[in-house]
């Protein structure tokens, strides 16, 4: 499939996602965070002790979905701007940063396309590049993305991602039998792979008509030789038991060290392979 034709069908699809995860009583419970001016996303509450004190910082989170994670890391004290290429996602990120209180910058661009991102932040450049948690599989080339994160870090800037583990995009996430059966690229390939899925990762009534999605994935050398082709320094990177969202149905919940519900596999499969990771890396 051809790269537009690929990131077009993302966006059809993510956009009528969006309108659905922001209901009422769907997982991402936007309401909740205007009822608590203290909420912070489990996503967030995850990588708490890795992001350090963020008052006074300047950040911008890519692919910000629903805002969320941006409203929380502006809860922590950072002056957030949020970038997605979903017009729908951008306006709940706004609606729920507005009736927050919050003061929160949102851009539309298409982040594999980095001069489009830097054209729509303009002259901004930021102490922290955020991103992840179903993120980095939608971008064809992760050597862009570096770039493209190099690009918006001043100097002494850092980058935190959290995103899935390649290995465990890798895997078949359909088996029901508790087997670990690699079946797609681990590898980044030119071709997305293409799925056709009627539903979301929340619960929803709504009956989606943009079914398909494409991904690629990064096989985390080819993310971490990125990082460092970009000219940034790798700071930190963990491989997790853990992922915030129940990739597999056998997957069970276990609380993390602040509370934050994350999904693992049960028993010994839970040391056979990461399901998530973060890295981290500084611009010097
Ligand atoms: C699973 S969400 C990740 C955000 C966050 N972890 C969350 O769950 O709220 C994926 C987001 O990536 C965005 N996205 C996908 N491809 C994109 C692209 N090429 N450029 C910009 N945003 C993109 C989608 O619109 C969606 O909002």
């Avoid at 609606?95 to 054209?119: K, N, Q």
Wanted: proline share 6%; net charge negative; with cysteine.
């Amino acid at each position: 499939m051809d790269e537009r034709a690929a990131v077009d069908l993302n966006l059809a699809n993510w956009d009528e996602r969006a309108a659905a995860h922001a209901a009422p009583g769907t997982g991402y419970v936007l309401e909740a965070y205007v009822e608590d001016p203290h909420k912070i996303s489990d996503v967030v509450a995850f990588d708490r002790p890795r992001l350090g004190d963020l008052r006074g910082t300047r950040g911008v989170h890519l692919q910000c979905h629903l805002g969320t994670d941006t409203l929380s890391l502006a809860r922590l004290g950072a002056r957030m701007t949020g970038v997605d290429f979903s017009p729908g996602a951008l306006h709940h990120a706004s609606a729920l940063a507005s009736r927050a209180g919050a003061e929160i910058d949102y851009h539309r661009a298409d982040v594999s396309d980095g001069e489009a991102v830097l054209a729509a932040v303009g002259a901004a450049r930021y102490d922290l590049v955020y991103t992840g948690i179903g993120a980095l599989c939608w971008l064809p080339r992760i050597a862009d993305w570096a770039r493209l994160v190099a690009d918006l870090l001043v100097p002494g800037g850092r980058l935190l991602v959290r995103d899935g583990h390649p290995a465990l995009l890798a895997l078949d996430q359909d088996r029901t039998d508790g087997e670990l059966v690699l079946a797609f690229p681990y590898f980044e390939r030119p071709e997305p792979t293409v799925w056709d899925e009627p539903g979301t990762y929340v619960e929803t009534d709504h009956v989606f008509t943009h079914t398909r999605s494409a991904e690629w994935n990064h096989g985390l050398g080819e993310l971490v030789t990125a990082v460092l082709d970009a000219g940034l320094q790798v700071t930190g990177l963990a491989e997790h038991r853990s992922i915030p969202w129940q990739a597999m149905a056998h997957m069970v919940e276990v609380p993390s060290a602040d509370g934050a519900g994350e999904w693992a596999l049960p028993g010994e499969a839970a040391d056979r392979v990461p399901l998530s990771f973060t890295l981290q890396a500084t611009k010097p």
